[in-house]
């Protein structure tokens, strides 16, 4: 029998849950008839390479183990890859993350391994946007592409202090809500020209998001007027605020009603540009980058993703 799925493993997902329930996984599988191949990562972009490798010797159905960042790595190489057009490829997704905002959105059980691969075996494709951002690192123009959500700014220093806990085995979804707190005594506002297909604004900026999906950070809805298939960006501009604001407002995150604070900006665009007087930070689907300046582009209907139970006409 052929093996038909590739299954990519993040062992140090979700504070090594990757590792630790990979065999209660790898079973759910199998008893339900999946014939597949199995890769654990290494390294950062390790996902990435390996997606690449195997598209390229057939393999056109993925299922993703690990959080966000590791669906992430697995769609840049979807896109990285030239041997199929990126539709011609399928990605599911069991989430063992500390995050899962992807999964969130698109009703895939994040406390359910079960119930994941249920969603696999049905097939219920949705055919996703994605986002591709050019933005530098260590001196190099790099192109990256993501499928939730990306933050500048404030937003990308949590997520950068984030992903050190992480590294530790420290992190999860409560440490990034403790460093929206903890990261405001040494976050300064910085002059930022944001463009919007086209049309050019000048802001003392707190914090930028770029949004396909709605959720980010576990569970705060930072996009909440994002539609991942309208083949639009959603961005929020969060303009110069206090700390005491912060602290005060941070609860509205969480159910999208930041979008009325005065401080706060929306648009939606097929196309933006960021550029900064400092040094501007990025994370992509949680995962810290590179630095401005930032060009994003949409790249509508792009990805077949297998997704939950969802009512498309309610977002």
């Not at 990435?48 to 993703?64: A, D, F, L, R, S």
């Not at 705060?220 to 407002?249: C, F, W, Y």
């Not at 689907?285 to 994003?296: M, Q, T, V, Y």
């Amino acid at each position: 029998m052929a093996l038909e799925w590739l299954v990519i493993v993040n062992p140090n997902a979700g504070r090594r849950k990757g590792e630790r329930d990979w065999l209660k996984i790898a079973s759910l599988l199998t008893e339900a008839g999946f014939h597949f191949k199995n890769i654990f990562t290494q390294h950062r972009n390790h996902a990435m390479h390996e997606t690449v490798k195997h598209i390229e010797n057939g393999h056109k159905k993925i299922i993703v183990v690990g959080g966000d960042g590791t669906l992430n790595e697995v769609v840049n190489g979807v896109f990285k890859q030239k041997h199929f057009e990126p539709l011609d490829i399928t990605i599911g997704m069991i989430p063992v993350g500390t995050g899962n905002d992807w999964c969130r959105m698109f009703n895939v059980p994040y406390n359910n391994y079960k119930g994941a691969v249920e969603i696999i075996k049905r097939g219920n494709t949705f055919v996703h946007d994605a986002c591709k951002v050019r933005y530098f690192e260590n001196g190099k123009k790099i192109i990256r592409y993501f499928i939730n959500m990306a933050g500048m700014g404030y937003d990308a220093v949590v997520a950068q202090k984030t992903n050190k806990q992480k590294e530790e085995g420290k992190g999860g979804a409560f440490s990034y809500a403790m460093n929206i707190f903890s990261s405001l005594f040494d976050y300064q506002n910085m002059t930022t020209t944001v463009e919007i297909d086209g049309e050019q604004y000048d802001y003392n900026v707190f914090s930028i998001s770029v949004g396909i999906n709605k959720y980010n950070g576990g569970g705060m809805k930072q996009s909440p007027k994002a539609i991942p298939n309208d083949g639009l960006l959603n961005v929020v501009v969060v303009t110069k605020v206090t700390k005491m604001e912060v602290i005060r407002h941070a609860k509205k995150l969480y159910d999208g009603s930041h979008l009325s604070l005065p401080q706060v900006k929306h648009f939606t665009c097929k196309k933006a540009a960021v550029r900064s007087e400092g040094e501007l930070r990025l994370e992509t689907d949680g995962e810290s980058i590179g630095l401005s300046p930032f060009e994003f582009e949409i790249v509508p209907a792009s990805l077949n993703m297998l997704i939950g139970d969802v009512k498309p006409e309610e977002w």
